[in-house]
């Protein structure tokens, strides 16, 4: 789970520079693949909103990754399930792969088809 989490904070941190930013989080969460969402209990917006809301408690808007892992510490605990947890990770950041059933929904898949003439 830990390496899932750390995939997840190297995209959100792009430049390297060992910080992530609250806009950067908001600009690539997709909430709609968040489980409250999908159970109906929220809608994306008001997910993203209360998604938010727990990253500015300091009000600084950085987000170091003992922040994020902690957060994710927590997200953990109530999910028993690996397979479940890592299609939650996968989907929620847009990281790709996963085997089975932990395989990324949430990504574009493309076909290339060429006629041939």
């Known amino acids: 789970r830990l390496d899932l989490v750390k995939k997840a904070y190297a995209l959100l941190d792009a430049n390297c520079e060992g910080v992530v930013r609250l806009d950067d989080i908001i600009r690539l969460f997709d909430a709609?693949?968040?489980p409250d969402v999908k159970s109906g209990k929220f809608t994306p917006t008001q997910c993203l909103q209360r998604f938010a809301s727990q990253w500015s408690a300091n009000g600084d808007d950085v987000i170091e990754f003992a922040e994020f892992r902690d957060y994710y510490?927590?997200?953990s605990s109530v999910i028993d399930n690996e397979q479940q947890f890592e299609l939650m990770m996968r989907n929620a950041w847009h990281l790709s792969g996963g085997e089975g059933i932990c395989q990324n929904t949430s990504?574009?898949?493309v076909i290339v088809t060429r006629s041939e003439e």
Request: charged share 45%; with cysteine.
């Open 32 to 34: 709609s693949q968040h």
């Open 73 to 75: 510490e927590d997200v």
């Open 107 to 109: 990504c574009r898949r």
